[in-house]
């Protein structure tokens, strides 16, 4: 089952849209998610904002804002503060610090981290680390697996599918670089772990993309060039974006909804000993015809 796109709506949305004659699905958040429900509406309505300041629509404009202050207020009141504590806060610091109406512009100094995990060190990899120590799921989708790259995160996705974490990975055996030995290994890893190679004959396979998600819904992705092997995490010229629960667009949901798909699509077998043994042996000839094909004489033209 692909993951639901939810998100807080006012009260009376209901009674609106049934007056309209439209049913919506709708379910009652648990108190334990609503911060991280607002957390998400805060983003889409800033979002929003921006999108009228671009149009140049002041009405919409000013019912944007509406709805943010609404959201602010909702944040706000959950914590025990009015908007009456707010503006005294923000009076109180704009005294101290100032507004924003000389438009001054803070720049990072030159190599400072940010979302992009750029190959040649160990950020991504550290990354990776720190998200399995939290996560609740962890899906993952890399064109080739390597002992190499086992080797960096065996130990941390070890601990995540002992403390109960279901981590589900998707794999190929495009060109018959994944290595199976790799493969022979994962089948020795015990907790709720589903391995499945993607194999098509005519079509490619190469996401690299690392998911995460906590038992509270939020989470992180990292989306680039990096496939699981130590080249990949910490030695190779990769690039990896970062993507956050709280981006515009929820790029999580859409995320996880892809994964979902390819991992149970038809092309995706289910790794067994059974089936990696019958893969080394294809891919013993394989690499051998590759070999053949790189060692042929170009024609003469």
């Keep these: 089952m692909h993951p639901s796109r939810e998100k807080l709506i006012r009260d009376r949305i209901p009674e609106l849209a049934a007056a309209q004659g439209r049913r919506l699905v709708l379910r009652t958040a648990d108190p334990a998610e609503m911060a991280r429900l607002l957390g998400l509406k805060l983003v889409e309505e800033t979002h929003e904002v921006l999108e009228a300041m671009r149009s140049g629509g002041s009405e919409a404009l000013l019912d944007e804002l509406a709805d943010l202050q609404t959201v602010i207020d909702t944040i706000a009141g959950r914590h025990g503060w009015n908007r009456q504590d707010i503006s005294q806060r923000a009076e ?9 109406d000389s438009g001054l512009v803070l720049r990072d100094a030159p190599g400072t981290a ?25 899906r993952i989708a890399v064109a080739f697996v390597m002992g190499s790259g086992l080797d960096l995160i065996e130990g941390p996705a070890l601990a995540a599918l002992l403390r109960g974490a279901d981590l589900r990975l998707l794999t190929t055996d495009y060109l018959g ?42 989470g992180r992705a990292f989306i680039g060039s990096a496939n699981l092997s130590r080249m ?22 859409e995320l996880t909804t892809r994964f979902d798909e390819l991992f149970e699509a038809a092309e995706s077998k ?22 053949a094909e790189e060692l042929r004489p170009a024609p003469l033209t």
């Excluded at 109180?92 to 924003?100: D, I, N, Q, S, W």
């Excluded at 995990?117 to 720190?130: K, P, Q, Y």
């Excluded at 990949?232 to 949901?253: C, N, R, S």
């Excluded at 990696?276 to 051998?288: F, W």
């Design 114 to 138: 940010g979302r992009l995990h750029v190959g040649g060190n160990t950020s991504l990899l550290d990354a990776l680390r720190h998200e399995f120590e939290a996560c609740a799921v962890a």
């Design 270 to 291: 289910p790794l067994s000993p059974q089936w990696i043994r019958e893969y080394a042996q294809r891919r013993v000839v394989q690499q051998g015809v590759l070999v």
């Design 232 to 253: 990949g995490l910490t030695e190779g010229v990769e690039w990896t974006w970062t993507v956050l629960d709280v981006d515009a667009g929820q790029p999580m949901h």
């Design 177 to 218: 670089v994944t290595e199976p030995e790799a493969l022979e290994r994962l089948c020795t890893w015990h907790g709720r772990l589903q391995a499945k190679v993607y194999s098509h004959a005519r079509r490619s396979f190469h996401p690299k993309a690392y998911l995460f998600e906590r038992a509270d819904g939020s």
């Design 92 to 100: 109180a610091k704009r005294a101290l610090r100032g507004g924003f």
